[in-house]
Every structure is written in structure tokens, then in C-alpha cells.
């Protein structure tokens, strides 16, 4: 199974300023159709989660573009350029390369200073 | 608009059975691949299982292998997860989700239902 190890684990942040995270995999995440299934996805405190990029750096519909991601290979990033109130939550990384399973990064916390 | 609505969740004792459901509505939910995934108290999300858009094949965790049997009825726009033998460690939110990897706006997750585990 493919390991998805992310860095922080907790991240205070001050409003308005920029927050990064890392997620790194076991193995490469470049799948045999040559596109990299790296999903990022932000769980709101007491909300479901929801996806905000896919393919590594392509936001959804709805997703602020305070938010980027990118990588390639085994390690990505995601990067929210001036953090605000409602980006408080649990962000996850996860791969659909190699399934199954379809794996989690151990979730990183982002909160306000 | 797209939603997925769960119920089924409680309170079980450990080795009795559970059965969720999750009601899909505004989208085409049998050209979908649909999930289970869990998060137990305080924790991350957990993958438990898929199934096919129209139900052909099933691939499971092996924390719920032989235990939990993922399934869908396309006509009734609904996805199931029948969960046997429940173990403490069972006890989570369980989630259904499209869990799309490849293409905008389709990624749709249920509200979660609840499940414990308990004595």
C-alpha cells in the first residue's frame, strides 16, 4: 500500500499570511496514463470533507484561489497564499494512483494564532 | 443539486451487525464508482470500500475484509454498506463519497453517519 506521510501535523497560521503544507508518498504517484492522481482535501471542523484539488493542482469549481497545489512524483504541496478565518480545518492529501486501497496523508491542522 | 444522504448509524454491540445507506439525488448516480470511507473519533479518514459504477467488482480494506459487504441498487439511487462480526475499533463516522480523482465537480461526499461500537 501506498504511504502518504504529510509535514506539519499542525500549523498555526496569522490571518492574511500564507501556509504551506507537504505531502510526500511511498512510491511515485504517476500513474501508467501519465497523469499523477494526488488529491487535496479540506475537512471543516464538523463539516464532511471536501475535495479541493485533483491532479495535483487543479482546483474545483467554488475553491478560492488562495489555494494551489503542486509536485510532481512523490512529493506535493499544498499552498494557501494569505490564510483567512474560514480555512480553519483538517487538510488532507490523498493518492488514486495505486488502489486499491486509496490512501490518506494523516491530515494536517490548520489553525489561527 | 447533488446530494448524498445517509442514515443507518447507532449505537451496536460488539459482533452484531449494522446496515448503512446512503440516497444519491442530482446526479447520474449509476455511472458512478461510489466509496465507504470512516473516520473514528478524533482521527483521519480511512478508506473502507468501493463499488463499480454498475456494481461488477468490489474492493474492500483489509481492516473490514470478510466482514463488510459494500453494495448499490441503481434503480433506488442508493449505495449500502452491511457491516457483520463489529468490532470497537469499527467505531467512526462513516462517510459515502464519489471520491473522483480526474475530472472537476464530481467529487461528492454524504454527511456522515455515526457508528458506535459499545457494551
Known amino acids: 500500500d501506498v504511504v502518504m506521510t504529510q509535514s506539519p501535523l499542525s500549523l498555526p497560521v496569522t490571518l492574511g499570511q500564507p501556509a504551506s503544507i507537504s505531502c510526500r508518498s511511498s512510491?511515485?504517484?504517476?500513474?501508467?496514463?501519465?497523469?499523477?492522481?494526488l488529491n487535496w482535501i479540506q475537512q471543516r471542523p464538523g463539516q464532511s470533507p471536501r475535495r479541493l484539488i485533483y491532479?495535483?493542482?487543479n482546483r474545483d469549481s467554488g475553491v478560492p484561489d488562495r489555494f494551489s497545489g503542486s509536485g510532481s512524483g512523490t512529493d506535493f504541496t499544498l499552498k494557501i497564499s494569505r490564510v483567512e478565518a474560514e480555512d480553519v480545518g483538517v487538510y488532507y492529501c490523498?493518492?488514486?494512483?495505486?488502489?486499491?486501497?486509496?490512501?490518506f496523508g494523516q491530515g494536517t491542522k490548520v489553525e489561527i494564532k | 443539486q447533488v446530494q448524498l444522504v445517509q442514515s443507518g448509524g447507532g449505537v451496536v454491540q460488539p459482533g452484531r451487525s449494522l446496515r448503512l445507506s446512503c440516497a444519491a439525488s442530482?446526479?447520474?448516480?449509476?455511472?458512478?464508482?461510489m466509496h465507504w470511507v470512516r473516520q473514528a473519533p478524533g482521527k483521519g479518514l480511512e478508506w473502507v470500500a468501493v463499488?463499480?459504477?454498475?456494481?461488477?467488482?468490489?474492493y474492500y480494506a483489509d481492516s473490514v475484509k470478510g466482514r463488510f459487504t459494500i453494495s448499490r441498487d441503481n434503480s433506488k439511487n442508493t449505495l449500502y454498506l452491511q457491516m457483520n462480526s463489529l468490532r470497537a475499533e469499527d467505531t467512526a463516522a462513516y462517510y459515502c463519497?464519489?471520491?473522483?480523482?480526474?475530472?472537476?465537480?464530481?467529487?461528492?461526499w454524504g454527511q456522515g453517519t455515526l457508528v458506535t461500537v459499545s457494551s
Open positions: 442530482g446526479f447520474t448516480f449509476s455511472s458512478y464508482g
Open positions: 490523498m493518492q488514486g494512483t495505486h488502489w486499491p486501497p486509496w490512501t
Open positions: 512510491q511515485s504517484l504517476v500513474n501508467s496514463d501519465g497523469n499523477t492522481y
Open positions: 491532479k495535483v493542482s
Open positions: 463499488i463499480y459504477y454498475d456494481g461488477s467488482n468490489k
Open positions: 463519497a464519489t471520491i473522483s480523482i480526474a475530472v472537476a465537480g464530481d467529487d461528492f
